[in-house]
């Protein structure tokens, strides 16, 4: 065979090798990213594959598996603008093709859930692009009773706490998902499911709910329009208000409000117009609601103190923060920024956050103010909302709230 037949020959070689890996990358064949280290015969190349350890970075890989370092850089280099390869996570899934010369053909590297970096040779060096995982998209049914608390009754996994973290955000504006759940309380859910190869891999999207907490049915459906999002409820008016329920997620609450507390310093009754969130040091407190901090600093029993006002004639007040959270006097913030830090400062035997409401410097209690609800969806678009609500409705009566949520397709 002459020299350039040989030439050609290589370079349909390196091509089809291309083209295999471009084909399996599209078609979302990932079951290459294996949690074994592994190294095996792919035609002519030999595949490695793994997953990052802790603490370790592709230059550790490459000395492990005796790898040209100057590839090494060569494919920093490529990637570079796409992703820098200094930023490896433990547990992330990563393949090396080399050829029988040891030269790397091509490097896979599972950046997160949505993308893989794709780095390749080709007669001109290496060349990079990040490809989106092609997911299978499904909606599953999932039905839970309570017991405890909403984390440990929806179940065990990084993807049923964001789930479970997803719901409670869903009905923030009605439920405190500490102090207001009751063990036998029941969720019903329709949500995105995503599945690659056919195996289970996150979920997506909430698309309808229901929370049925107390004797009291409260039900939420995802609805787009005008290029917005949000979730509405039987009516179509938003779930969103005015004020959150509560400033903390999945907190405990450690006392409520009463006009005659015993307090636990003092050794003396007296009245507590707030309510006590018991939180680890550190936990972050929002803003229940949109307005302007009116005092950001020390005062007295109540520790480092933020007073927001808003509208109506409403103040909050956050008590015993650890630290601020970039804000001062007269700055405006927006409904769950983050204010502060829960913290033991002022009067206070252990760490948490001391909430309470007034209306006209008159304290109230803040379990039981009622705020307006948002906006409605447009009447031309009522019908639209009605038909994909009456959908959502069909899902969720076939779901049966159990004591281990099952997803059903």
């Given at each position: 065979m002459k020299g350039g037949q040989r030439g050609i020959m290589k370079r349909i070689l390196i091509t089809a090798v291309f083209l295999i890996t471009a084909f399996l990358m599209m078609r979302g064949d990932f079951d290459i990213f294996n949690k074994q280290e592994n190294a095996g015969e792919y035609g002519k190349y030999r595949e490695i594959s793994g997953t990052v350890r802790k603490g370790e970075t592709l230059f550790n890989i490459f000395k492990r598996y005796n790898l040209n370092i100057t590839e090494l850089?060569?494919?920093?280099?490529?990637s570079a603008n796409i992703h820098k390869l200094r930023e490896l996570y433990p547990g992330q899934p990563y393949k090396i093709i080399i050829d029988d010369n040891n030269r790397i053909n091509s490097f896979i590297y599972w950046i997160n859930d949505d993308s893989v970096l794709n780095i390749y040779r080709t007669e001109s060096g290496f060349c990079a692009e990040k490809k989106d995982v092609e997911y299978e998209k499904r909606t599953l049914h999932l039905g839970g009773v309570i017991k405890d608390n909403l984390i440990s009754s929806v179940g065990n996994g990084s993807e049923n706490i964001m789930l479970a973290l997803q719901l409670s955000d869903i009905f923030a504006w009605d439920i405190d998902f500490t102090s207001d759940l009751r063990n036998g309380d029941a969720f019903k859910i329709a949500v995105e499911?995503?599945?690659?190869?056919?195996?289970?891999?996150?979920?997506?999207?909430?698309?309808?709910?229901?929370?049925?907490?107390?004797?009291?049915?409260?039900?939420?459906?995802?609805?787009?329009?005008?290029?917005?999002?949000?979730?509405?409820?039987?009516?179509?008016?938003?779930?969103r208000r005015a004020f959150l329920k509560a400033p903390l997620s999945f907190r405990r609450?450690?006392?409520?409000?009463?006009?005659?507390?015993?307090?636990p310093v003092l050794k003396i009754y007296r009245p507590h117009h707030g309510l006590d969130y018991a939180a680890p040091v550190g936990t972050p407190v929002s803003a229940i609601g949109d307005?302007?901090?009116?005092?950001?600093?020390?005062?007295?029993?109540?520790?480092?103190?933020?007073?927001?006002?808003?509208?109506?004639g409403y103040k909050t007040y956050y008590g015993h923060l650890s630290r601020f959270g970039g804000i001062k006097s007269g700055t405006k913030v927006r409904?769950?920024?983050?204010?502060?830090?829960?913290?033991?400062?002022?009067?206070?035997?252990?760490?948490?956050?001391?909430?309470?409401?007034?209306?006209?410097?008159?304290?109230?209690?803040?379990?039981?103010?009622?705020?307006?609800?948002?906006?409605?969806?447009?009447?031309?678009?009522?019908?639209?909302?009605?038909?994909?609500?009456?959908?959502?409705?069909?899902?969720l009566a076939s779901i049966t709230p159990t004591a281990v949520v099952l997803a059903k397709k």
């Open positions: 850089f060569r494919i920093k280099e490529a499911g995503f599945y690659l190869n056919g195996e289970f891999k996150k979920y997506g999207n909430i698309l309808s709910a229901e929370f049925v907490n107390n004797g009291e049915a409260y039900r939420a459906y995802r609805f787009e329009h005008d290029g917005k999002v949000d979730y509405y409820d039987d009516e179509g008016k938003s779930l609450v450690s006392s409520g409000f009463s006009i005659n507390r015993f307090h307005g302007t901090v009116v005092f950001a600093g020390k005062k007295g029993q109540y520790g480092n103190l933020v007073i927001i006002k808003h509208p109506n409904q769950g920024q983050i204010i502060g830090y829960v913290g033991s400062t002022g009067l206070a035997t252990g760490p948490h956050l001391h909430y309470e409401m007034r209306v006209s410097n008159r304290p109230v209690n803040p379990v039981t103010v009622k705020s307006l609800k948002g906006n409605s969806i447009p009447k031309k678009l009522m019908a639209e909302f009605r038909g994909f609500k009456n959908q959502m409705d069909g899902r």
